[in-house]
């Protein structure tokens, strides 16, 4: 079955320690993205990926970092100088790029919590 | 910037009552439009889209959203709504002619609906 794989479902971590979260998809699309999801805020923008071996800061990166190295992968890290890193993960891929549609395909999520 | 309003943020409601989720969006350029719903500690699935042409789309499960260019809007309707419904649902945006930011979504808050029997 075609589709986005994250893991771990349910993630914790103590302060001060580097985390990542695994996101895989075999879907062949070009486009990765990572969300951040918080109660009464919906989705905000980490990091964006168009194609291997490039990505692009979204609207909160700090605190955070990614690769893409192959197609099917691009996990995200959790650092230590994120402030408050306890929220669910989300991560997408899209097949169209350069382009303005885009749908975009979610996969079930990381629940981090940091102790 | 790319804004997304969703009036909204609790609308409860009795089992086969109609409902209207609201959504407007700020944009200088066209836009693509889409709905998403969430359940309970998943990820989202895309319940419909407008592309281009006409200005009423519906989903497979009954729902409906129509695209008002001059209102800015792109509110999703339901007729008669099922306990099943009960969800968040997030509306979306994509505009063109933004460099390599195209195809990026903005997406509303969310709207949790619930259905009480």
């Known amino acids: 079955d075609g589709g986005i794989t994250q893991s771990p479902k349910y993630l914790f971590r103590k302060e001060g320690q580097n985390v990542t979260l695994s996101c895989e998809q075999n879907?062949?699309?070009?486009?990765m993205y990572w969300y951040r999801q918080d109660p009464g805020q919906g989705l905000r923008l980490i990091y964006y990926?168009?194609?291997?071996?490039?990505?692009q800061k979204g609207d909160i990166a700090e605190g955070y970092s990614v690769s893409r190295e192959k197609k099917e992968s691009f996990p995200l890290t959790v650092t230590s100088a994120q402030k408050n890193p306890t929220a669910f993960y989300l991560c997408?891929?899209?097949?169209?790029?350069?382009?303005?549609?885009?749908?975009?395909?979610f996969g079930p999520g990381t629940r981090l919590t940091v102790l | 910037a790319q804004s997304v309003t969703q009036l909204d943020s609790q609308v409860p409601v009795f089992e086969e009552a109609p409902v209207e989720l609201r959504c407007n969006y700020s944009?200088?350029?066209?836009?693509?439009l889409f709905w998403y719903v969430q359940y309970p500690n998943q990820g989202l699935q895309l319940l419909l889209k407008?592309?281009?042409?006409?200005?009423l789309v519906e989903s497979i499960n009954g729902f409906e959203a129509e695209f008002n260019k001059s209102q800015t809007s792109f509110h999703l309707r339901k007729p008669s709504v099922h306990i099943s419904d009960t969800a968040e649902y997030f509306c979306?945006?994509?505009?063109?002619?933004?460099?390599?930011?195209?195809?990026?979504?903005?997406f509303g808050r969310g709207t949790q609906l619930t259905v009480w029997p």
């Open positions: 944009s200088s350029v066209s836009v693509y």
């Open positions: 990926s168009q194609i291997v071996n490039d990505f």
């Open positions: 407008y592309l281009s042409g006409s200005t």
């Open positions: 979306a945006v994509s505009e063109a002619g933004r460099g390599s930011t195209l195809g990026r979504l903005y």
């Open positions: 879907l062949n699309h070009d486009a």
């Open positions: 997408a891929s899209g097949s169209e790029v350069g382009r303005a549609y885009n749908e975009q395909f």
